[in-house]
C-alpha cells in the first residue's frame, strides 16, 4: 500500500478545496477517548492522526507498508509517525504513556488544521503477530457533538499467525513479549501455522490460542486472551 | 412500510375535523369560566409509557429474564470499572432481583421469563416521573460463566410519541468469574451449574466478552460444546414509545 502519498493532481485538487474551503471551514478541538474493549488484550502505544482525505495508514485489502508492518509486528509507531508528519497531519502519540492495558481508557486532545479532514488511528494488539486495531480515515463531523466509533482488529498480512513467543521485529516469526504480558503467555508452543497466504491487509480471524500453559501447539491462552469484534471504543467530541 | 404510512395519512385525516370540534367546545367552555372566580387549571400528570422488544440472536445461548430500568443520568456499569454485585448476580446466575431492587431505579419491568435464541420478547414500562429518561437493560447469555448483553445509561428524553429506536447488542463479561466453562459452573441448560458465587477470580473490571471457546476448539475441560459459541451482536433491542 502506498500510504500518504500525494499525486501531482490531487496537490493540484487540494490547493484548490483548500482556496474554496478556507473560506468556511476552520480549525477544530477534537476531545479524544480510546477504550481497550477487551479484557485480555493489551494495545501498544496508539498513534492517533489527522490527515487529509487522500491520505490513509491502513486500507483492508491493501498490502500493509514497511511503516504499517513496524507498528503492527512490534509496535514500533516512529515510522507511522514520520510519514504523516511529512504529509502535515496532526498527530496524537502514545496517549496511554506505553501499553494501554485490558478495559482501560486513555484521553487526549487533538487540534486538526481546516484541511485534515479525516481521521485515523492505530496500535498492536497483543498477543497476536500482527494484529492491530484500527480506523481507516474517518471523516470527521463539522458538526459540534460527541460521536462513538467502535474499531476491528486487523490482521496485517505480514507475518504467519504462529501464536509463538518470538520477536517483534519486523519479518521476524513470533510474537513481542512485553513485560505485563510474560507471565499470562504460554510457552514451549510447537506453532499454529507458518503459513501467511493473505499477504493484505484484512479483519484478523481471531487467535486460536490453547488450554496449555507450557506446551500445545500457541502461547496464547484461548479463554483469556482470544476476542471478538469490536476491541475498542473511540469516543470523539468535535467542539 | 407502505401499508403502514398509507393508513397513518388517512387516520390523520379523519383526526382534524374532531380535533377543530374540540377545540371549538375548549373556547365555548373557557368563554363560560370568564364569569366565575379564576382557578389555575390542574396539571394533569403526564405518563411516558415504552415498550421494548428484546430478540435473542444467538444460536444457543438462552437469555436470562431480561431487567429493564428506567433512571436519572447514570450508567449501571461501565467498561473498565468494576461490577456491582447486583449486576454480579445477573451475569454470573441470571438473577435480575437485585438488579431491579436498586435504589436510583425510577420504574422497572422485568421479562416473565427467559428468552430462547431465535424468539423475541416485548416488556412495557411506563413512569409519571419526567426524569426518568435514562435506559438501562440487561440479560445474561445463560450458557456461560458471566456473560451478559444489554446497554446502560442512554438517553431516551427525546423520543416522540410512537417513535422508534433499534440497537445491536454486543457481549459484555462481568469480570467477576474466569471463563473456566467449567461443569459446574454455568447455570444454563448447558451444565445446570452454580450461579452466582461472591467469590471474583477473574480481571474485576468489566470489558467486552472474548466469546467462550468450548471443549470442540480447545478447551477439553469445557462444558460447552461448538453450539454454545456466539459472536457479536448478541441481541437487538426495539423500544417504541407508546404514551
Redesign the interface.
Same mark, same amino acid.
Given at each position: 500500500m502506498k500510504v500518504i502519498k500525494k499525486s501531482p493532481i490531487t496537490s493540484t485538487l487540494s490547493v484548490l478545496a483548500l482556496a474554496l474551503a478556507s473560506s468556511t471551514t476552520m480549525a477544530q478541538e477534537l476531545s479524544i477517548t480510546v477504550t481497550n474493549l477487551t479484557q485480555g488484550l493489551y494495545f501498544t502505544p496508539v498513534i492517533t492522526a489527522a490527515h487529509t482525505s487522500e491520505n490513509h495508514i491502513f486500507m483492508a485489502g491493501e498490502m500493509a507498508s514497511d511503516e504499517l508492518q513496524a507498528m503492527a509486528e512490534g509496535g514500533s509507531i516512529s515510522g507511522l509517525s514520520s510519514i504523516l508528519t511529512n504529509a502535515d497531519a496532526n498527530i496524537n502519540e502514545n496517549p496511554a504513556g506505553g501499553l494501554l492495558a485490558p478495559a482501560m481508557s486513555a484521553s487526549f486532545d487533538l487540534t486538526n488544521d481546516s484541511t485534515n479532514t479525516h481521521l485515523s488511528l492505530t496500535a498492536m494488539v497483543l498477543p497476536s503477530n500482527d494484529g492491530f486495531v484500527g480506523l481507516d480515515s474517518w471523516k470527521i463531523p463539522e458538526e459540534a457533538g460527541t460521536y462513538t466509533v467502535f474499531l476491528n482488529a486487523y490482521d496485517a498480512g505480514t507475518e504467519a499467525n504462529d501464536e509463538l513467543r518470538g520477536s517483534g521485529a519486523p519479518g521476524e516469526a513470533g510474537m513481542p513479549v512485553p513485560p505485563p504480558l510474560d507471565p499470562l503467555l504460554g510457552m514451549n508452543g510447537t506453532g499454529v501455522t507458518d503459513m501467511e497466504s493473505n499477504d493484505k491487509v484484512h479483519i484478523h480471524r481471531g487467535s486460536l490460542g490453547d488450554s496449555d500453559m507450557s506446551a500445545g501447539t500457541s502461547d496464547i491462552n484461548n479463554s483469556v486472551q482470544r476476542w471478538l469484534n469490536p476491541v475498542a471504543k473511540l469516543t470523539i467530541t468535535v467542539k | 412500510m407502505l401499508t403502514f404510512n398509507t393508513q397513518k395519512k388517512s387516520t390523520k385525516k379523519l383526526a382534524k375535523p374532531l380535533l377543530i370540534a374540540g377545540l371549538l367546545t375548549l373556547g365555548l367552555s373557557a368563554c363560560n369560566d370568564n364569569d366565575n372566580a379564576e382557578t389555575p387549571p390542574e396539571e394533569v400528570p403526564t405518563e411516558y409509557s415504552y415498550s421494548l422488544t428484546l430478540t435473542n440472536l444467538t444460536y444457543a445461548q438462552p437469555l436470562s429474564p431480561a431487567a429493564v430500568l428506567l433512571h436519572g443520568d447514570a450508567k449501571m456499569w461501565q @467498561?473498565?470499572q468494576a461490577a456491582s454485585v447486583a449486576l454480579e448476580k445477573l451475569a454470573e446466575g441470571g438473577d435480575n432481583t437485585d438488579f431491579i431492587a436498586l435504589e436510583n431505579n425510577l420504574a422497572t419491568a422485568t421479562a416473565e421469563g427467559p428468552t430462547l435464541p431465535g424468539t423475541s420478547v416485548t416488556v412495557n414500562i411506563s413512569t409519571m416521573d419526567p426524569t426518568a429518561t435514562y435506559l438501562t437493560v440487561a440479560t445474561m447469555l445463560v450458557n456461560t460463566n458471566d456473560a451478559f448483553s444489554g446497554l446502560t445509561g442512554v438517553d431516551i428524553s427525546t423520543l416522540t410519541l410512537n417513535q422508534e429506536k433499534s440497537w445491536r447488542l454486543? @457481549?459484555y463479561?462481568s469480570?467477576t468469574e474466569? +471463563? +473456566?466453562?467449567a461443569a459446574g459452573t454455568i447455570p444454563g441448560p448447558a451444565d445446570g451449574g452454580v450461579g452466582y458465587d461472591s467469590t471474583r477470580n477473574?480481571?474485576d %473490571? $468489566?470489558?467486552?466478552? &472474548?466469546?467462550v $471457546?468450548s471443549k470442540d /476448539?480447545? %478447551?477439553? &475441560?469445557s462444558v460447552l460444546t461448538q453450539a454454545h459459541r456466539f /459472536?457479536?451482536p448478541a441481541v437487538k433491542l426495539t423500544i417504541t414509545r407508546t404514551k
Open positions: - | @467498561v473498565g454486543n @457481549v463479561d469480570g474466569q +471463563n +473456566n466453562e477473574d480481571i %473490571l $468489566v470489558g467486552y466478552h &472474548s466469546g $471457546v /476448539d480447545g %478447551l477439553p &475441560s /459472536d457479536n
